[in-house]
């Protein structure tokens, strides 16, 4: 028998689930320099003294340091051990102050997957702190490959440690747009297709009758849990750091937080009260008594779905928040003053609850309510 689905949420709460770290890379500009000089404003610095710059080495483009009271950028080479100087250079910008420009250590998951800030597809920027002959602390900037740093420092090429060693050497330069909140409206469930597949036992008796005939009221009572865990596919929630919806009409939005940025499958968990009451008729054929099961019609799997998406950023546009999305790969619907509004899609995977389904039968030993419900 097929049976339609019932799908509403009244209680939600978040679990972290393994997957990719959900934060979208945000690209800066490089601006060509020379002589020590610096575009204003939006300048990266290694420290207070030197600037992220990069040099064009024989055709390759490396990470350097300018140094705006000498007028010189210094930059180095994997394994080449040669400092490389030029006056001539690129400076790192964040001309809009959109992206979000943090050192982090390179054992970081910001540092390993995507956000990281690259001059070319294998070389990052890094620095490390370094103390020099006179015993001065230096933080110094450089070029990182392979999981080591290389800095020009002193006029010679220093390498740190491989931070594969699990060990906190140096930090290396990201770039991500901020967090975005979202509204989540609209839904579409594809449930046309599903059946059934489980049956929930909710209550079960057996009465014993002498043979005479009378009539017996029966209530049954219970619970069942619906638990529902929901993907964006194929993006994962990636940039998005706070959900509002509502899945039934009438109710409060139900608002989670995607704790620290990484991927989730969002899962809610509704109780739904089941209650049964029924009139039944004993007579001198059920003198071996009769088992009365009571229980619920369920499916367990996914259910596709569909919605739309309206989000914002904090002091942030709506041109600015749809730029974010597509950053991300999603493709933008409007964009309505500080918001912009994205299809959303992916599966529901859970317990969906289809009905209530009763059953009484001559009782006999060793049969259950399951096997019973099972074969209405």
């Not at 999603?330 to 059953?359: E, H, P, T």
């Amino acid at each position: 028998m097929k049976t339609s689905l019932y799908f509403s949420l009244f209680l939600v709460y978040f679990a972290r689930l393994p997957g990719t770290y959900s934060r979208v890379a945000c690209p800066l500009e490089w601006v060509p320099s020379q002589n020590g000089e610096s575009p204003e404003g939006g300048v990266i610095a290694f420290s207070s003294d030197e600037i992220v710059a990069r040099l064009n080495i024989s055709g390759l483009l490396v990470p350097a340091r300018l140094s705006p009271e000498d007028g010189m950028a210094y930059g180095t080479l994997p394994l080449d051990e040669t400092v490389h100087t030029s006056n001539v250079y690129d400076v790192l910008t964040n001309p809009s102050s959109s992206c979000l420009v943090t050192w982090v250590d390179n054992n970081d998951e910001l540092a390993t997957n995507g956000q990281q800030v690259q001059v070319t597809d294998s070389l990052m920027i890094g620095r490390t702190h370094m103390v020099d002959k006179d015993g001065n602390f230096n933080t110094v900037g450089g070029t990182v490959s392979e999981g080591q740093l290389f800095v020009a420092f002193q006029s010679k090429q220093e390498i740190s440690l491989d931070f594969q060693a699990g060990e906190f050497k140096f930090f290396i330069l990201t770039s991500v747009y901020p967090f975005l909140s979202g509204y989540l409206y609209n839904f579409t469930l594809h449930t046309g297709h599903l059946t059934p597949n489980h049956v929930e036992v909710i209550d079960q008796e057996t009465i014993f009758h002498s043979g005479f005939e009378t009539s017996q009221e029966i209530n049954h009572f219970g619970t069942i849990q619906e638990i529902y865990q929901i993907s964006e596919s194929p993006f994962g929630w990636n940039g998005i750091n706070k959900l509002t919806t509502i899945f039934t009409p009438g109710k409060t939005p139900d608002t989670f937080l995607i704790e620290n940025g990484n991927n989730f499958n969002l899962e809610y968990t509704q109780t739904r009260e089941i209650s049964f009451k029924k009139i039944i008729e004993l007579g001198p054929t059920n003198q071996n008594g009769v088992l009365i099961c009571s229980g619920v019609n369920m499916f367990q799997g996914e259910v596709e779905y569909e919605a739309l998406g309206r989000f914002e950023g904090e002091n942030l546009s709506g041109d600015e928040v749809a730029k974010i999305l597509q950053a991300s790969g999603r493709a933008v619907l409007n964009v309505n003053g500080k918001d912009a509004v994205v299809k959303i899609s992916g599966v529901i995977n859970g317990k969906f609850y289809s009905g209530k389904v009763s059953a009484i039968s001559q009782y006999e030993v060793g049969q259950t309510c399951e096997q019973i419900l099972k074969n209405i």
